[in-house]
T-cell receptor
Framework: GNSVTQMEGPVTLSEEAFLTINCTYT??????LFWYVQYPGEGLQLLLK?????DKGSNKGFEATYRKETTSFHLEKGSVQVSDSAVYFC???????????FGQGTILTVHP | GAGVSQSPSNKVTEKGKDVELRCDPI?????LYWYRQSLGQGLEFLIY????????KSGLPSDRFSAERTGGSVSTLTIQRTQQEDSAVYLC??????????????FGPGTRLLVL
């Protein structure tokens, strides 16, 4: 079956630091890949997505590149802000199953 | 436009009682999904509807859980004889379905269920 593995958290950074959250996946087909973000007290929001190999998804300064050779979709941001503090979930969608499979989530805390 | 809405936002119940959770998807979205978010289990898929039918019920954790969707819109997730391990946030999502972008799912705010 499909699975998603995210780096262990929590991650604590100072404002303007560089962020990387690692995500790797296992899938039998050719999934689409997503990053969702959950801000404190709010629901899940789509942050970015990539639908095929070598695609780069980007939004709000965050980027992730679909790497089929390493089965990875690492999330990066060059300069984090306090407002980026949230839980980040990597996920894959396989049309064979019609559902999202999520990683365990990574808590990010950014200090001023 | 309006997003996915869920009610109630919070529900406290006693062990053994039945609960009903409601989801209103984005208008026009034909696919609807239920997930559960709990400590230690992360985000788990429960059930998926395409229109009013559920081609995949594999994620329902026990026969105490059931879901239905009527009119291709509103869905209800019912938990019978609730147990303390049912305490979690129940999330609903919708997507345009087979006629559109099926893979991008839009989530509601969730219902936080606490079973005492």
């Amino acid at each position: 079956g499909n699975s998603v593995t995210q780096m262990e958290g929590p991650v604590t950074l100072s404002e303007e630091a560089f962020l990387t959250i690692n995500c790797t996946y296992t899938a039998t087909g050719y999934p689409s890949l997503f990053w969702y973000v959950q801000y404190p007290g709010e629901g899940l929001q789509l942050l970015l997505k990539a639908t095929k190999a070598d695609d780069k998804g980007s939004n709000k300064g965050f980027e992730a590149t679909y790497r089929k050779e390493t089965t990875s979709f690492h999330l990066e941001k060059g300069s984090v802000q306090v407002s980026d503090s949230a839980v980040y979930f990597c996920a894959l969608y396989d049309s064979s199953y019609g559902k999202l499979t999520f990683g365990q989530g990574t808590i990010l805390t950014v200090h001023p | 436009g309006a997003g996915v809405s869920q009610s109630p936002s919070n529900k406290v119940t006693e062990k053994g009682k039945d609960v009903e959770l409601r989801c209103d998807p984005i208008s026009g979205h034909t696919a609807l999904y239920w997930y559960r978010q709990s400590l230690g289990q992360g985000l788990e898929f429960l059930i998926y509807f395409q229109g009013n039918s559920a081609p995949d019920k594999s994620g329902l954790p026990s026969d105490r859980f059931s879901a239905e969707r009527t009119g291709g819109s509103v869905s209800t997730l019912t938990i019978q004889r609730t147990q303390q391990e049912d305490s979690a946030v129940y999330l609903c999502a919708s997507s345009p379905g087979v006629s559109g972008n099926q893979e991008t799912q839009y989530f509601g705010p969730g219902t936080r269920l606490l079973v005492l």
